[in-house]
């Protein structure tokens, strides 16, 4: 399958600060690619430099098969965009802010325009300035998709929307992508929202990617483990794929990132010798993150 | 054109409609109201002042409606940051620049340009000021929107333009502030003075506008097709740095006009006589810049044109004085001059002589004009001031006539049309002795307009300090009278656009009685009836150059002791304290200095001198042994008179050295018979030009009867004061021919500013034929407040020159009733009526 986006080295340097440092990332057509990472990790920057508003300081990236440097009208046809930065004709009416788009995509489709504006529920007569946050991130999408791009990025998508509006735009994103078999790449650290709708995931932290996974690998892959045993028993070194470890009285605690390997759970057993009862949890996405998040804060980035 | 480009212009052009149609608002207005031109009423002061604010306003308005509608426009799709709407989208930088490029050309640079170009025509400006005045208006407009663009384009949105012009533009008024201040320090008075020649600050604007245009489109162009800001802002602080610069220090003057000779058939220099009147010379402290620059003193002084004719006007525009001193000294200065301000008397005589045989009724209110010479410091000043040494005096100057560009009935709505200027006579309005008319005028002023189309270079629409002069004449064919009256401009020009490049001035002509002195006349409906409006034009014909060379200079002129200025408190002399002042017995004579002193500082006060008043007596009691006491303080009167009554023969080699300072001391002299000793020195006093000597002093030298002093006698006539006595001491001098000397001095007083100089010499002009001192005759003796010795010399001449049968009484109503027909008849050198 043709990867919609290809960076290699990709690296974004702002005075000192290393914004990006060799990022290599791939993304598949037709999946939806989460790019997680913590406050300053580098998404939006990231982000900035595939869609050619910033030019990367060393590497390159790919997009639809084009250097970023060199994104084409053509290629811009073909790329929805959706940030919460973006700072919008606000004086245009949402049908104005659709008139404004429609003569710059030849695939702009009318009728899936109309059928979106009414399931977004949008005034079409209300200017953007009037609008909601979530009202206006509405508009935007509905702008960036009505003439069926390739490829839709999504920058935080959803800060600062409610739960109600959230939902109805995880959704939307999810039908059109089942239907259309459309690539999406979204940042977020809203990680919760994004378990629901990615199936890869990319984990980025102070400017270098930390992992590449599909969703559902990661999710096999990590499990919450926990033993009961004497509280006087001496805690064995664990391998590096186990994390965050805690004890609490006669429990303890961690994270498994291989649970995946055959004969893990008897493994796990071997190491603690003394425990009487094993537990084992799967981690949602969040849970994950987290683990990574704190591990990477320990520096136990091997773990990964 | 691509359909996108249109896409977004149409998207500008909804997005901005309320600005736009301000803009276009104001244009309108400004069409309306120049276009109006001089149709508009003139006459009434509330529409007037309107028309003047408005047409001050309406310019400022427009610069802030484009520097808020560019950044608008330009920031509908921002070029720096990362968070515009546009960068997602699938629109290239060259669309977007063709569409703002399209908004702007079309709606900010062609319409107004349009918009101007409608008004040049409906104002009747050629076509071919209209195409040289096309470039100039694209220069100045491109320049201004480009820059706001440049700032714009470098800008992501209105706070952060509105921000940084503030900053940009406090910045560059600190930098004016400082460069200013740099020029106080650095540069001089010269610098200050004359860095605003006209066609270089002309050029420096162009020169400016240039780079303006140069590099604000680099950086337009750059950020649009690159984004690379930082690059742009290189780009924009070089331009900038180079901008200002040029502004300052530009140095190529590309309008300035080649100095040339005149046509020889008009003019032919080597005719022109150029000398130094020094009997009208004024020094004082120069200026100085700079408390560290050594005082200076400069010298000024009236040069005298003869050779080319009462219809030219000589204008010094330059001196370069280099003054030779016996020690080996040289001092040397030039001077730039700018003569053209106010009518002169030259600019008077030229008028009459372009008016022959009509009485110009306002003719005394114009000034002698007098120019810097020399300018020296003040420790050469005290070193060399009464040494005589040579001077050499190259002079530039300017000649041009004058002469009659149109002859405008005086009716309202009369029109006058020469190229692009234009002229109406708006209103006559009659008042109750005189009158004023009021004309508008419609002119260009291009840059590329050559000399005739360039007649302000941006200084101001009622600036004309360097164009040449014109004035509107009333004139009255019938009775041989003309009047020239006072141009108020007060109302200032409608302009179009923001420079004046055309503008529509208002110009008042007043015509009141209280300024046409003592002959009566009023401008009544009679006098009307017959009038008509000429515009005499000032035609500059080229530049001569001339030395003059003047041996025995000295700075300081002046023929007396300077006395000390005392505040005049008292009408005449105060008994009470005389009586105080005592001279003691057997004085010694520090008691006879104290005794002078207090006398003579007691008198400084008074405002009446009489030769009976006390203190002459008190004076004369000091006694002939200390008459030289009487000369310590300098010239007074009292003292004078004293001692005029105790000089005596042991005083002869006293008051012969004093002579030269006290140049009253002329009548001891004469009364003694000293006369043949001091002779050399009564000439050479003669010979120093002065203004003002003893008619006593006159006779004396006329008495010597030599030949060789009568140019010396003649041109006294002509400069000195007293003329009258002057002429009654020289006029039967053997062989002497003063004809040519009384013209000229006839032709110097009668529009001189100091009455009573024409009134003194009314009674020697009558006698030599000329009839306007015969009306000024006239016009005396009708008037009872007359000074009687004056009076009294005219009836004397006057029985020699009326004709049989008329009387000095008589005389009056002679003139007025044949002053038509009066004619001189050299034969019998008397006045006579008709052929």
């Known amino acids: 399958m043709d990867n919609v986006i290809e960076s290699n080295g990709l690296t974004k340097q702002f005075g000192r600060k290393v914004a990006v440092n060799g990022l290599d990332l791939a993304v598949e057509q037709g999946s939806i690619f989460a790019f997680l990472g913590p406050n300053g990790a580098g998404k939006t920057t990231t ?258 | ?238 331009g900038f740095a180079l901008q200002f610069a040029c502004s300052q220090l530009w140095g190529i003057n590309f309008f300035a006009e080649e100095k040339a000779a005149p046509d020889a058939s008009i003019v032919r220099c080597e005719e022109l006589e150029l000398s130094l009147d020094q009997s009208h010379r004024s020094s004082s402290d120069e200026f100085q810049m700079r408390r560290t620059e050594s005082p200076r003193k400069e010298f000024s002084m009236r040069i005298e044109a003869e050779g080319l004719g009462d219809e030219y006007v000589v204008r010094p525009t330059e001196t370069i004085a280099r003054l030779d001193y016996a020690d080996g000294v040289v001092l040397t200065s030039t001077n730039r001059i700018n003569n053209r301000f106010g009518l002169r008397d030259q600019d008077m005589r030229a008028l009459a002589a372009l008016f022959a045989g009509y009485e110009v009724l306002n003719r005394s209110s114009y000034v002698w004009q007098s120019t810097k010479i020399i300018s020296v410091s003040t420790e050469q000043y005290f070193k060399y001031g009464r040494m005589e040494g040579t001077l050499s005096l190259d002079v530039e100057a300017e000649i041009s006539g004058y002469r009659v560009a149109a002859e405008i009935p005086l009716q309202e709505g009369a029109r006058y049309s020469s190229g692009s200027e234009h002229l109406v006579v708006s209103r006559i309005m009659k008042q109750s002795s005189g009158c004023t008319v009021i004309l508008r005028e419609s002119k260009v002023n291009l840059l590329f307009g050559g000399r005739e189309a360039r007649s302000c270079s941006g ?114 002399p105060d008994p009470e304290i005389l009586a105080t002042i005592v001279l003691p017995e057997n004085p010694t004579r520090e008691d006879v200095i104290d005794y002078v002193k207090e006398i003579l500082t007691d008198s400084d006060c008074q405002r009446r001198y009489s030769s009976r008043d006390p203190q002459v007596d008190m004076l004369v009691a000091v006694g002939p042994e200390n008459l030289d006491v009487l000369l310590m303080d300098g010239y007074q009167y009292y003292a004078f008179l004293a001692v005029k009554q105790l000089a005596g023969p042991e005083h002869k080699e006293l008051i012969i050295a004093q002579l030269p300072d006290y140049h009253n001391l002329i009548d001891v002299v004469v009364g003694q018979g000293w006369v043949d000793e001091v002779s050399d020195t009564l000439v050479a006093e003669l010979k120093k030009d002065p203004e003002n000597l003893p008619t006593a002093w006159i006779k004396a030298v006329a008495d010597l009867k030599d030949p060789a002093t009568y140019d010396d006698l003649k041109r006294y006539l002509i400069r000195g004061n007293g003329r009258s006595g002057t002429y009654g001491a020289i006029k039967d001098l053997p062989g002497i021919d003063l004809q040519d000397a009384v013209d000229q001095a006839w032709r110097r007083v009668r529009y001189d500013a100091h009455d009573y100089q024409k009134r003194d010499m009314v009674s020697v002009a009558i006698q030599y034929g000329h009839l306007d001192a015969l009306s000024e005759a006239a016009a005396m003796l009708d008037d009872e407040d007359q000074d009687r010795y004056r009076v009294r010399v005219l009836r004397k001449v006057l029985p020699e020159l009326l004709p049989e049968g008329v009387s000095v009484e008589d005389f009056p109503d002679w003139y007025r009733g044949n002053k038509d027909s009066i004619r001189f008849d050299e034969a019998t050198r008397r006045y006579v009526v008709g052929e």
């Not at chain 2, 427009?62 to 546009?86: D, N, Q, S």
């Open chain 2, 459 to 572: 200084s101001g629409c009622s600036s004309r300090n360097d164009e040449a002069k014109v004035f509107y004449v009333l004139r009255n064919q019938a009775r041989g009278q003309i009047y020239l009256p006072q141009t108020d401009r007060q109302f200032g020009g409608l302009c179009a656009g923001g420079k004046q490049r055309l503008s529509v001035t208002p110009l008042r002509l007043v015509f009141e009685p209280n300024q046409i002195e003592d002959s009566g006349f009023i401008v009544d409906d009679a006098w009307l009836q017959d009038a008509d409006l000429v515009r005499v034009e000032e035609e500059p014909y080229g530049y001569c150059r001339k030395t003059i060379e003047v041996e025995g200079f000295q700075l300081e002129g002046r023929s007396s002791r300077p006395r000390r200025y005392v505040e005049k408190t008292r009408e005449g």
């Open chain 2, 1 to 238: 054109m691509n359909s996108l480009v249109m896409h977004l212009f149409k998207k500008d052009v909804r997005h901005l409609r309320g600005i736009l149609l301000v803009w276009v608002l104001l244009i309108a207005s400004q069409a309306i109201l120049v276009g109006s031109g001089i149709s508009a009423s003139a006459d009434d002061m509330a529409t007037m002042v309107t028309f003047q604010v408005l047409s001050a306003v309406l310019p400022v308005l427009k610069i802030i409606a484009a520097i808020v509608l560019i950044p608008l426009l330009i920031h509908g799709e921002p070029l720096t940051g990362t968070t515009a709407f546009w960068l997602s989208r699938p629109l290239s930088r060259k669309t977007i620049l063709a569409a703002k490029g399209l908004f702007i050309g079309l709606l900010l640079i062609l319409f107004p340009l349009l918009v101007e170009v409608g008004i040049f025509a409906g104002n009747g400006v050629l076509v071919c000021h209209i195409l040289l005045a096309i470039p100039e208006i694209l220069i100045g407009d491109t320049a201004l929107i480009l820059q706001v663009m440049v700032l714009a384009v470098l800008t992501r949105n209105f706070a952060r333009f509105a921000i940084a012009g503030v900053v940009i533009y406090i910045a560059i008024m600190m930098l004016s502030v400082a460069v200013y201040i740099s020029r106080l320090y650095f540069g001089g008075m010269d610098s200050m003075l004359f860095a605003s020649e006209p066609g270089l600050v002309a050029s420096r604007g162009l020169v400016a506008h240039l780079l303006v245009l140069l590099f604000g489109l680099a950086v337009v162009l750059n950020q649009y097709l690159t984004r690379k800001t930082g690059r742009s802002i290189i780009l924009a602080v070089v």
């Open chain 1, 47 to 304: 982000i900035k430099m595939l869609m050619n508003m910033h030019v990367p300081t060393a590497g390159r990236v790919m997009v639809l098969g084009k250097d970023s440097r060199t994104l084409s009208q053509r290629e811009f046809e073909q790329i929805g965009y959706v940030s919460e930065n973006q700072k919008l004709p606000e004086w245009m009416t949402v049908r104005q802010l659709l008139n404004f788009c429609r003569p710059m995509y030849p695939t702009w489709d009318d009728d899936f325009c109309a059928r979106m504006l009414k399931d977004f529920d949008l005034p079409p007569n209300a200017k953007l300035r009037h609008l909601s946050r979530g009202m206006k991130m509405k508009a935007v999408l509905l702008s960036s998709l009505a003439y069926r791009p390739r490829l839709l990025v999504l920058d935080e998508p959803f800060s600062g929307l409610d739960p109600l509006v959230r939902d109805e735009f995880i959704q939307s994103v999810q039908e059109l992508t089942a239907q259309e078999n459309w690539t999406v790449f979204v940042s977020s650290h809203d990680i919760d929202e994004v378990e629901r709708l990615a199936n890869w995931v990319g984990m980025i932290n102070e400017g270098r990617l930390k992992l590449v996974e599909s969703a559902g690998s990661l999710q096999a892959r990590f499990r919450r483990v926990e033993l009961e045993a004497p509280p006087d028993a001496p805690l064995p070194p664990l391998p590096p794929e186990c994390m965050g470890l805690e004890r609490e009285g006669g429990r303890i605690r961690f994270v498994d990132s291989a649970f995946n390997q055959p004969g893990r759970e008897a493994f796990l057993l071997s190491q603690f010798p003394f425990a009487r009862k094993l537990d084992l949890k799967p981690l949602s996405l969040r849970d994950i993150f987290l683990a990574l998040a704190r591990a990477f804060r320990f520096g136990k980035e091997r773990a990964a």
